[in-house]
C-alpha cells in the first residue's frame, strides 16, 4: 500500500511538472507568431509589411494577442504582420535588434510599444529616452516606414501609486520623441485610463510571476479568456497588474487600425 501511495504521489507530481512545464513555454518561451526570423529573411513580401516591435505586451503569448486580431481582419488581408515582440526586452534590448527584427523586413509600418520592462527594472529615465531616441533614428534612417509610437498603459490599476507616478515620465518621453521625429503619437495610455476612471479599476500593481504563471495556467488549461481572468482578480483591464486583457487589447487594435487607414 505505502508503495502504491509513493509511485501515485510521483505520477501525480510528474504530470504537475509536466503542466507547469507546458504553460512555462507557451508563456514566456514560445516564439511570437510570424516573427522577423521567419517572415524577413527571404526579402520583400508579397504585401506591405507591419512590423509591431516591442515586449511580452506585443508578443501575446501573456494577455491578449492584439497583433493577431489585427491580422485576422478582413480590412487587412493586404497587408502582413510581424511580430517583433520578446519577453521581457527593454529600450536597450529593441536597440540591439533593430537591423534583424526591423529594418531586415523592410517594412511600410512600425509600431513601437516598449518601455514597461524599463520602468520596472529602474532604468533611468535618460537613459530610456536615449534608448528610445536610437530606435526611431535608426529606423528612419534605414527604413521609408511610418512609425508610431505608443504610450505605456499603467501599472496596475490604480493610478495613484509610486509606480504610476514614476511612468508617467517615461510617457512623457515617449510623445517628446515623437514630436522630435515628427512621427505619430498613438495615446494607448490615455484611452486605458478613460476607460478606467469609467469602469473604477482600482487595483495597485502587485505583479509576480508566480501570479503571471497562475494567470496563464487558467488560460491555456482550463480555457478562460483574458476577460474572465482579469474579472476574477478584481481587475479590469490588466490580467496579472501588467498585461492586457482581452478589452485592453482590443483598446490597441483600434488605435494602431485607425492609425493604418489614415
Not at 507530481?13 to 516564439?31: K, N
Not at 526591423?102 to 529616452?129: F, H, K, S
Not at 482550463?222 to 501588467?242: F, T, Y
Request: with cysteine.
Amino acid at each position: 500500500m505505502k508503495r502504491r501511495i509513493i509511485i501515485g504521489l510521483c505520477l501525480l507530481l510528474t504530470a504537475v511538472l509536466s503542466l507547469t512545464g507546458a504553460v512555462g513555454y507557451l508563456t514566456f518561451l514560445r516564439p511570437a507568431d510570424n516573427p522577423p526570423a521567419d517572415a524577413c529573411t527571404g526579402g520583400p513580401g508579397q504585401h506591405p509589411r507591419v512590423v509591431a516591435a516591442g515586449a511580452s505586451m506585443t508578443q501575446g503569448a501573456l494577455g491578449a494577442n492584439w497583433v493577431a486580431a489585427l491580422r485576422a481582419r478582413p480590412d487587412f488581408h493586404g497587408y502582413e504582420f510581424v511580430n517583433a515582440g520578446i519577453n521581457g526586452s527593454t529600450t536597450a534590448d529593441l536597440r540591439q535588434r533593430v537591423d534583424t527584427d526591423i529594418v531586415a523586413c523592410q517594412p511600410a509600418a512600425v509600431t513601437i510599444l516598449i518601455g514597461t520592462n524599463d520602468v520596472r527594472n529602474g532604468v533611468p529615465l535618460e537613459q530610456y529616452r536615449a534608448n528610445l531616441h536610437t530606435i526611431v533614428d535608426q529606423i528612419k534612417a534605414r527604413t521609408t516606414a511610418r512609425i508610431a509610437l505608443l504610450s505605456l498603459p499603467p501599472l496596475g490599476e490604480d493610478l495613484n501609486t509610486e509606480i504610476n507616478h514614476r511612468l508617467s515620465a517615461y510617457n512623457a518621453a515617449i510623445q517628446e520623441t515623437a514630436t522630435r521625429a515628427k512621427i505619430d503619437y498613438l495615446p494607448l495610455h490615455e484611452r486605458v485610463v478613460e476607460d478606467l476612471r469609467r469602469t473604477g479599476g482600482r487595483t495597485p500593481y502587485d505583479f509576480s510571476f508566480p501570479l503571471a504563471l497562475a494567470v496563464a495556467a487558467r488560460h491555456y488549461l482550463l480555457g478562460r479568456s483574458w476577460d474572465e481572468i482579469a474579472q476574477a482578480g478584481g481587475r479590469e483591464l490588466l490580467v496579472d497588474h501588467v498585461h492586457l486583457s482581452d478589452r485592453g487589447g482590443k483598446i490597441v487594435e483600434d488605435l494602431v487600425s485607425q492609425w493604418l487607414k489614415t
